[in-house]
């Protein structure tokens, strides 16, 4: 079998910014990685910090870890794939009932970048 990015039942994705669509990348290719399907919990749906949370604005997702054999790996993984100047990813609630890596772009940037103004 084959490992994927798979989507927990109920998850919604109403807005996918190109951020999360990096994110999607990352996820789909650290699930390859490491051998072991990736599961999305969270997008835009379910109770966050605020109405300016980046999950509802497509630019967040929760990945599930307590079926994943090394939650370190798939971290490192998703990490890798990802540039950090503009993503932050980590393990949320670690050692806790809620433990997830929650993966977004990075607060006070935009993805992508604004393309540099060119004068002729």
């Given at each position: ?60 997702y929760d990945v ?35 433990q997830h890596i ?19």
């Amino acid at each position: 079998m084959i490992p994927v990015l798979r989507v927990k039942d109920g998850v919604e994705f109403t807005v996918i910014a190109p951020g999360g669509f990096a994110i999607l990348a990352a996820l789909d290719n650290a699930a390859g990685n490491i051998g072991h399907d990736v599961t999305i919990t969270s997008a835009c749906d379910g109770a966050h910090s605020g109405p300016d949370d980046p999950h509802h604005r497509g630019e967040a997702y929760d990945v599930r870890t307590h079926d994943v054999p090394d939650k370190e790996a798939l971290l490192s993984w998703i990490k890798g794939s990802l540039h950090e100047d503009y993503f932050f990813a980590w393990i949320e609630d670690a050692g806790g009932d809620n433990q997830h890596i929650h993966v977004q772009v990075r607060k006070g940037t935009v993805y992508p970048p604004p393309e540099p103004v060119t004068t002729t």
